[in-house]
């Protein structure tokens, strides 16, 4: 038996945007070279955004294309609630941690040196 609560609904109705969003987000960045969303810290970017923009294309891209996948597979094939508010909270998380990573690298103002 498939669990659907309204808080499930609700969640799986918010992967909609949030996958547009980092969709979005990645081919502003790729495609029209607006570097303005590369490693974001204080809503600043990096003194040098076009080095770390592969990055975070990267960054927004897969996350994206996992959610967007998985609201495919939610709806055509039924898949389990358990299975996929386990990938979709993973992704999440990664993508989440993966950008705080990349918007601290970008940001370390020649501690380390590359």
């Keep these: 038996m498939q669990v659907f609560t309204v808080l499930a609904w609700l969640m799986f109705i918010g992967f ?3 996958s547009f969003f980092w969709l979005k987000r990645a081919w502003v960045i790729g495609k ?7 490693a974001l810290k204080h809503g600043v970017p990096p003194p040098d955004p076009e080095r770390y923009a592969k990055y975070s294309i990267l960054i927004n891209l897969i996350p994206g294309a996992v959610i967007a996948a998985l609201i495919l597979i939610v709806i055509v094939f039924g898949l389990k609630y358990q299975i996929w508010t386990a990938v979709a909270g993973t992704t999440i ?3 989440v941690f993966s950008e705080f990573i990349l918007s601290r690298h970008a940001h370390n103002k ?4 590359n």
């Design 110 to 113: 020649g501690l380390i040196k």
């Design 32 to 38: 029209r070279k607006d570097y303005s969303y590369v």
């Design 93 to 95: 998380w990664v993508k």
């Design 16 to 18: 909609f945007p949030l």
